[in-house]
């Protein structure tokens, strides 16, 4: 069973719309983050969220990106006015202690048209 | 703050033959060290880590990687690679304190040639 689900796995939307990707851990992570990965470059820090709360964020998360656990369950991504760039896979991932590795779940692929 | 270097960003290998994949970091403080595999249209899968102890760490699919702090690497060896080792390999590193976030490398595309 993976540590976490991703959905969905693939989302198109146009530029300037909101978008939120979702990501549901099992129940014993403390630690949330999510990632990204442009086509063919590195994976990138977005944002880490514990005891719901930001814990850092990257000068690539702006006033764009948000995070929430809504509901104690489902870790949320949101972008609020897309741009083209913002065009990349997106990851989710889920640690029980800060000394334990971070899963990651499989991705969402954003595309902005 | 950390950063990784993998110099190799394309390494092909013939089957059953060995192979080493480069990993370098820098960092002012104690770190953990992680590699993962990324195989085509799938996510990240931790393939091994080291935390502390032994230097040399085993993970899955036959890997193993050594820790090696006075060069600050982290190299990852196979003795005989797969066809199903296909797949991009990503070190990464993070401080050893706090809730720290990785650090990736920019990856390197491993190519099993039959």
């Known amino acids: 069973e993976p540590e976490v689900t991703q959905t969905p796995s693939h989302q198109v939307t146009q530029m300037g719309q909101e978008v939120i990707l979702r990501c549901v851990p099992i129940?014993?992570?403390?630690?949330f983050y999510w990632y990204r990965q442009i086509l063919g470059q590195k994976v990138e820090f977005l944002v880490s969220?514990?005891?719901?709360?930001?814990?850092?964020k990257s000068e690539i998360f702006d006033d764009q990106f948000s995070v929430e656990r809504p509901d104690g369950s489902n870790f949320t991504l949101k972008i609020r006015s897309t741009k083209l760039e913002d065009s990349a896979m997106y990851f989710c991932a889920v640690g029980a202690e800060v000394n334990q590795p971070q899963h990651f779940g499989d991705g969402t692929r954003l595309s902005i048209l | 703050a950390q950063s990784v270097t993998q110099l190799d960003s394309q390494v092909p290998v013939f089957e059953e033959a060995p192979v080493e994949l480069r990993c370098n970091y820098s960092?002012?403080?104690?770190?953990?060290l992680f590699w993962y595999v990324q195989y085509p249209n799938q996510g990240l899968q931790l393939l091994l880590k080291?935390?502390?102890?032994?230097?040399l760490v085993k993970g899955i699919n036959g890997f193993e990687a050594e820790f090696n702090k006075s060069q600050t690497s982290f190299h990852l060896r196979k003795p005989s690679v797969h066809i199903s080792d296909t797949a991009e390999y990503f070190c990464a590193v993070k401080g050893n304190f706090g809730n720290e976030k990785l650090t990736f490398g920019t990856g390197t595309r491993l190519t099993i040639i039959p």
């Open positions: 080291y935390l502390s102890g032994s230097t």
């Open positions: 129940s014993n992570h403390l630690y």
């Open positions: 969220f514990y005891n719901n709360e930001i814990s850092e």
């Open positions: 960092s002012s403080v104690s770190v953990y």
